[in-house]
Nanobody, 120 residues
Framework: QVQLVESGGGLVQAGGSLRLSCAAS????????MRWFRQAPGKQRELVAA???????NYQDSVKGRFTISRDNAKNTVYLQMNSLKPEDTADYYC??????????????WGQGTQVTVSS
């Protein structure tokens, strides 16, 4: 089983910044696309950003120009740099990855979630 461990959440004032990290266990043979989702209270989980193995990125319109997703393949880690944070960014943020192991093949994996709270 591939494990994704998240960190970097916290409480910040509007206009501030946070950097989320998500590291995959080294047992994975290969890690493909990595993504960040978020879920606000009373709302469904939504895709925030995605990055392929080759570095191609995609963002939700509401975070374009403010958030940046990146990855360090040597460390099996994906990052989400969040700038100019707004109260509507408040949510639990979840890392997701497509990963391959010798025994299970390609599977989807989720991090445990990290809370981001933006005060007005």
């Amino acid at each position: 089983q591939v494990q994704l461990v998240e960190s970097g959440g916290g409480l910040v004032q509007a206009g501030g910044s946070l950097r989320l990290s998500c590291a995959a266990s080294r047992i994975a043979f290969s890690i493909g696309t990595m993504r960040w989702f978020r879920q606000a209270p009373g709302k469904q989980r939504e895709l925030v950003a995605a990055i392929t193995l080759g570095g191609s990125t995609n963002y939700q319109d509401s975070v374009k120009g403010r958030f940046t997703i990146s990855r360090d393949n040597a460390k099996n880690t994906v990052y989400l740099q969040m700038n100019s944070l707004k109260p509507e960014d408040t949510a639990d943020y979840y890392c997701h990855a497509d990963a391959h192991t010798l025994t299970s093949g390609w599977q989807s994996y989720w991090g445990q979630g990290t809370q981001v709270t933006v005060s007005s």
